[in-house]
């Protein structure tokens, strides 16, 4: 199993910053792809952002320009750096991770979650 743990969640200003990072840990695997989701009160969960291994990124229309993921390979780290917040990014970030693990069985593909970060914005 891969374990994802998030960190830098807050409370900001409308206008204000914020990093939120992701650390993913276990034994003999291979991520190909992570990403930060968002969660309001009463919305669906969204995609706001990924990186793939090659480094190429998506983003929602609504982040694009005030966002930017970043990862770091070799530690198995992804980040989401947010500026310009607004009141409608107000949400609960979890980072997500996809890839291959070596099992005794052989390789297994893996889809992990993060338990959340809260985002709040204040206007």
């Known amino acids: 199993q891969v374990q994802l743990v998030e960190s830098g969640g807050g409370l900001v200003q409308a206008g204000g910053s914020l990093r939120l990072s992701c650390a993913a840990s276990g034994s003999r695997f291979r991520i190909n792809a992570m990403g930060w989701y968002r969660q309001a009160p009463g919305k669906q969960r969204e995609l706001v952002a990924s990186?793939?291994?090659?480094?190429?990124?998506n983003y929602a229309d609504s982040v694009k320009g005030r966002f930017t993921i970043s990862r770091d390979n070799a530690k198995n780290l992804v980040y989401l750096q947010m500026n310009s917040l607004k009141p409608e990014d107000t949400a609960v970030y979890y980072c997500?991770?996809?890839?291959?693990?070596?099992?005794?069985?052989?390789?297994?593909?893996?889809?992990?979650w993060g338990q959340g970060t809260q985002v709040t914005v204040s206007s």
């Open positions: 990186i793939v291994s090659d480094r190429s990124t």
């Open positions: 997500n991770a996809e890839g291959t693990t070596i099992q005794t069985m052989g390789v297994m593909s893996f889809d992990s």
